[in-house]
């Protein structure tokens, strides 16, 4: 039962009242008559109420009669209730519960916090205790764990020690006075959880043993491993980073890190011994064999050589397994074979055109064996060559190979001509005549000579750039059309000019370009490596282009100047002159002073030497495709010398108005040669 006591200027406090004596308190200011300060609850007849100083009895239907009537400020009293159950009373009190709080908890850890209590009160309200009371249920009071603090008003804090990790605490503030025990708010806070590692086991060997405990465990838990041999091994010893940490297969210890636990077994059974070998010998080889102790897992394999195929593995002639890796528990000593079969190929083979001839040698080989393939052409037609996908393998009727694969290759052969057409030619076409070009038939022969012209020489007989004959008479046998040219090189008297610049490595330049009669004429265009002029020049027209490649001074064949057969000055002036080579351009322009001029009215560069000489360069510009670019801007002369990092390019003398150097251009265009000599020559 609640009952509300009259207020004054207090606050109302409710105390429950048992069967028999309780303690009250009466905290007021002001005195008050017992009758006001229960107000509407009602007391039985016979309760008692005493102090120190008096007591009352209640009378029913007269109220309170006795050596005293009124409550006291600041006063205990005891109460004696007559009721058989307890009851609620709420009396008058200035005390605030208020006056006691407690502090939000801090600083937290795994295992402690800081908690504390604040009093407000008078003083005079004779403190007798205070502090903190702590459990982990919500309301947690004196009977629970608590502290016993300084007896001041005012705050203080207490570090509780010597908790649970990971654990919800409740904290109340506490205090007792005159007028009994008061609680603050009751707070709660949750300790830290403590670290966790990982505690990792495994056995040495593998299948030595059975290994448990390991797992993840709580900073100061205690771990147990415990370590179990298998049949044929005893258990030696635990090791932490390779170091003993105990020899009881049973090991406890303090968790206080990740840890990595081995749990050593030692091979007690017997050891077998397993061989293995490959059959054929050279068809593979094998691996895995070797001792073993007994029910230990072994593992072969058998790799087979280029051209072979695993078939399987034996023991005792017996198939033990077709897999290339065989993996079986070692019970006794054991020989066990690895069978290889060589590989067998098909070589098959067909005429081009179907028809033109016969093959024989096609059939089945094994890997490694070498066949022989023989094309014989029928009536009207020749053997021209062996093709695999279309690529020429040989130019023999009979091709010997070795067989790895499975081929198909195809005879090719070429119908025979009636006749055939030779044409010749002369380079220059003054240097000489030519005779005994014409028509033949297939298979006759052609006999060629070539005759000087009077002040030239015989060099070669070339097809397509290339030399097949340094003889003047030149015999072979007719097989298709042919076009050769017969090269002179002009031997007679030599009235070209040049001049001494006193250069340091004595070269004499020439004073005019080739076909030029003065200083100041053009002369005629050049492709690089042609020893005859021409109209239009450009890759479509030059000599040593297939469309595709280049088929001479390719960068790879080892020629990086130019061979005097092919040296415009050489050609044309004679084997005493010949085209410059990179060195002597760079020569040119590093020994002599360079100026811009006119020299009747032709605009060129003039290059001065110290020793007073000088030789004049026109501004020719260069010829491309059937035009001539830059004529009396730029000039371009030839050197012999090939652009190693392109070799489509050629080094060249390049100037205009305010520049000179010796620089790289396209080899297929026309460019002007100014010839060079030796003092010697």
């Not at 109460?79 to 801090?106: D, G, W």
């Not at 064996?369 to 062996?386: E, V």
């Not at 002009?490 to 003065?518: E, F």
């Not at 510009?621 to 000039?635: D, E, H, K, M, Q």
Request: a negative charge; proline letters at 4%.
């Amino acid at each position: 039962m609640l009952v509300a006591c009259t207020s004054l200027k207090a606050q109302e406090v409710a105390f429950e009242l048992y069967p028999g004596w309780t303690w009250i308190s009466y905290p007021s200011t002001d005195t008050i008559d017992f009758s006001r300060a229960f107000g509407s609850f009602t007391p039985a007849a016979g309760d008692y109420i005493k102090s120190q100083l008096g007591y009352a009895e209640y009378y029913d239907g007269y109220g309170w009669f006795g050596s005293m009537t009124t409550f006291l400020p600041c006063k205990g009293y005891m109460y004696k209730s007559n009721r058989i159950e307890p009851v609620m009373v709420i009396v008058n009190t200035p005390f605030s519960q208020q006056a006691v709080t407690t502090a939000e908890p801090t600083d937290v850890t795994v295992v402690s916090a800081v908690v504390g209590s604040n009093v407000t009160i008078s003083e005079d309200n004779h403190i007798y205790t205070r502090g903190v009371c702590w459990g982990t249920e919500p309301m947690p009071d004196v009977d629970s764990s608590h502290t016993t603090d300084a007896i001041v008003t005012g705050s203080q804090t207490v570090t509780l020690d010597g908790l649970a990790p990971s654990t919800t605490y409740y904290v109340r503030a506490y205090v007792v006075t005159d007028y009994g025990l008061f609680y603050g708010e009751a707070l709660s806070f949750t300790t830290e959880s403590l670290p966790t590692y990982l505690v990792n086991v495994s056995s040495n060997p593998t299948q030595g043993g059975v290994v448990t405990g390991g797992g993840t465990y709580e900073q100061g838990q205690s771990c147990t491993v415990q370590a179990t041999a298998k049949t044929g091994y005893t258990f030696t010893n635990w090791t932490k980073d390779g170091i003993q940490v105990s020899t009881e297969a049973t090991y406890s210890f303090t968790v206080t890190e990740d840890v990595a636990l081995v749990a050593n077994f030692t091979n007690v059974s017997p050891t077998y011994v397993i061989s293995v070998s490959a059959n054929p010998i050279n068809g593979g080889t094998v691996s895995g064999g070797g001792t073993y102790n007994y029910g230990n897992t072994c593992t072969l394999t058998a790799t087979p050589a280029t051209g072979y195929t695993f078939i399987n593995w034996t023991k005792d002639d017996v198939v033990v397994s077709s897999n290339i890796s065989f993996t079986f528990t070692v019970t006794e000593d054991a020989a066990y074979v690895a069978n290889f079969s060589i590989n067998s190929y098909e070589i098959t083979a067909t005429s081009n055109p179907i028809g033109a001839g016969t093959i024989t040698g096609v059939g089945t080989y094994t890997y490694g064996a070498s066949a022989t393939l023989t094309a014989t052409p029928d009536t009207g037609y020749i053997f021209t060559n062996w093709t695999k996908n279309g690529i020429q393998v040989s130019t023999e009727a009979s091709y010997s190979f070795t067989v790895t694969e499975n081929v198909t290759l195809v005879a090719n052969f070429t119908a025979v001509p009636s006749t055939c057409t030779i044409s010749v030619s002369a380079n220059p076409s003054n240097g000489g005549t030519v005779s005994g070009g014409g028509t033949y038939n297939y298979g006759s022969t052609c006999t060629l000579t070539a005759t000087p012209a009077i002040d030239y020489a015989f060099t070669s007989w070339k097809v397509n750039g290339n030399v097949v004959s340094s003889n003047a008479v030149y015999t072979f046998t007719v097989t298709s059309d042919r076009t050769l040219v017969a090269n002179f090189y002009y031997v007679g008297g030599d009235d070209h000019t040049c001049v001494d610049l006193g250069l340091p490595s004595g070269t004499l330049w020439a004073t005019c370009n080739v076909g030029a009669d003065s200083p100041e004429e053009f002369g005629d265009y050049f492709a690089w490596g042609e020893t005859q002029p021409k109209d239009t020049c450009d890759w479509d027209t030059y000599q040593f282009y297939n469309g595709n490649n280049l088929t001479k001074y390719t960068g790879d064949d080892g020629l990086v100047t130019l061979l005097p057969e092919d040296d415009a000055a050489t050609a044309n002036w004679g084997p005493n002159w010949r085209m410059p080579t990179r060195m002597e351009c760079q020569e040119l322009l590093a020994y002599t002073t360079v100026t811009w001029t006119t020299q009747n009215g032709v605009e060129g560069k003039l290059f001065t030497a110290q020793n007073g000489n000088s030789i004049f360069l026109p501004a020719t510009g260069f010829l491309s495709g059937g035009s001539i670019y830059y004529i009396g801007s730029g000039g371009y002369c030839w050197s012999s010398s090939l652009y190693m990092d392109d070799p489509s390019f050629v080094w060249t003398i390049l100037f205009g108005v305010d520049y000179y150097m010796v620089y790289c251009y396209g080899r297929a265009y026309g460019r002007s040669v100014r010839p060079v000599r030796s003092v010697q020559n």
